[in-house]
C-alpha cells in the first residue's frame, strides 16, 4: 500500500480530484457547483457553507488568456494547414474556447476552494483567538 498523502484527512478529496468533478472540500460529495461555474451556497450532504469561501474571479483571467492563446494558436495552425473557409472557423473555435474556459474554471475553483477549506481548517486548530478563519486578509 502506498499511502495516499493528497488526501490528509477522511473523507476529503485529494485536490486533483476535487477540481475533476466538483467535490464539497469536507466530505468529498460531488455538491460543489449548483450552475456550470457556480458554486451551490452549501454542500447537500455535509451542510458546508460554500458561500464564506471568497474565490472571487482570479482564476478566470488567467483561463482566458490561457484559453485565448490555446484557440489562436490551434486556430492559426488550421488556416496555414488546410485554410478552410471562415464558417469552419466559427463552429470549432466558439464551442471550443466555451468548453475549455467551462472545465477550467471549474477545475481552479474547485481546488482554490480547497485549498482555502485546509488553510481555514489549519488556521482554526493553531488557537481560538484565530477563530475560525474568515479571510479577513484575503480579501481583494
Ligand atoms: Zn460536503
Redesign the pocket.
Known amino acids: 500500500m502506498v499511502p495516499d498523502n493528497s488526501a490528509s484527512e477522511k473523507g476529503q478529496p485529494s485536490i486533483g480530484q476535487a477540481a475533476l468533478f466538483g467535490l464539497?472540500?469536507?466530505?468529498?460529495?460531488r455538491?460543489l457547483f449548483s450552475g456550470w461555474v457556480r458554486f451551490a451556497p452549501k454542500?447537500?450532504?455535509?451542510?458546508?457553507d460554500l458561500s464564506q469561501f471568497n474565490v472571487g474571479d482570479g482564476p478566470a483571467a488567467f483561463l482566458i488568456l490561457i484559453v485565448g492563446a490555446i484557440v489562436v494558436g490551434l486556430a492559426a495552425w488550421l488556416q496555414v494547414a488546410i485554410a478552410p473557409p471562415f464558417w469552419v472557423h466559427m463552429i470549432l473555435w466558439l464551442p471550443l474556447s466555451t468548453l475549455l474556459v467551462i472545465i477550467g474554471l471549474r477545475a481552479a475553483k474547485a481546488a482554490l476552494i480547497l485549498a482555502e477549506y485546509r488553510n481555514r481548517a489549519g488556521e482554526a486548530r493553531q488557537g481560538p483567538e484565530h477563530g475560525p478563519g474568515y479571510g479577513q486578509d484575503k480579501q481583494r
Open positions: 464539497c472540500p469536507s466530505c468529498g460529495a455538491t454542500c447537500r450532504v455535509c451542510g458546508l
